[in-house]
């Protein structure tokens, strides 16, 4: 856990700095708990940001508002999304993983193609699994050097055009 979490805070503190120069929305996908949120409104405070889950279940503090709460399966939130919201998130960050890696597989695949016509020219993806975000157009980063040293797996890739 406390690999997991080292990794998530050098991932994010590197895409705050990163995107400091790009405007757009934060798009949190899997609230959870609400540990990577808090830590994105914190870095980030400037920032709209929007967040997924199928419901909520973090503590009430860290219940964001509910009008930038997109709740119910990813394939139907993300699609709202884009008619809502269109292809101006600055940073997407995907932490939907699970202890099921045949499911997780699945739903990275489902959601890759959805995420990507969210992101502006310049946005970055960070996530706990592979999306398939590998096409033209997509870039994969090296992970930040306190991220590689967790050895914690954790994937981004920046939209090139
Ligand atoms: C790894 S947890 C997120 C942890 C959170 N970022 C944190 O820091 O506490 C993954 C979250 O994704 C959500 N999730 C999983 N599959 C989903 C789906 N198909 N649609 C919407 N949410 C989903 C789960 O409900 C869970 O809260």
């Given amino acids: ?5 080292a990794t998530q805070r050098a ?16 798009l949190e996908l899997g609230l959870g708990k609400g540990r990577t949120y808090d830590r994105i409104r914190r870095i980030m405070p400037d920032r709209d940001i929007f967040v997924f889950d199928l419901d909520t279940h973090c503590p009430p503090a860290l219940k964001p ?21 269109g292809n101006v998130a600055a940073l997407v960050h995907a932490d939907i993983g699970s202890e099921d890696q045949a499911r997780d ?37 090296p992970l930040p050097q306190d991220a590689a040293r967790t050895a914690w797996p954790y994937f981004i890739w920046a939209r090139l055009h």
């Fill in 1 to 5: 856990m406390l690999a997991r979490l």
């Fill in 11 to 26: 991932c994010l503190d590197f895409a705050a700095a990163r995107i400091a120069g790009l405007p757009g929305p934060v």
């Fill in 65 to 85: 508002p509910s009008d930038t709460l997109f709740l119910g399966d990813f394939r139907d939130t993300l699609r709202a999304a884009v008619d809502r919201l």
């Fill in 105 to 141: 597989a699945v739903l990275a695949r489902d959601i890759g193609p959805l995420i990507g016509p969210l992101v502006r020219q310049g946005g970055l993806v960070l996530s706990d699994r592979q999306l398939p975000l590998s096409g033209d157009g997509w870039e994969r980063l």
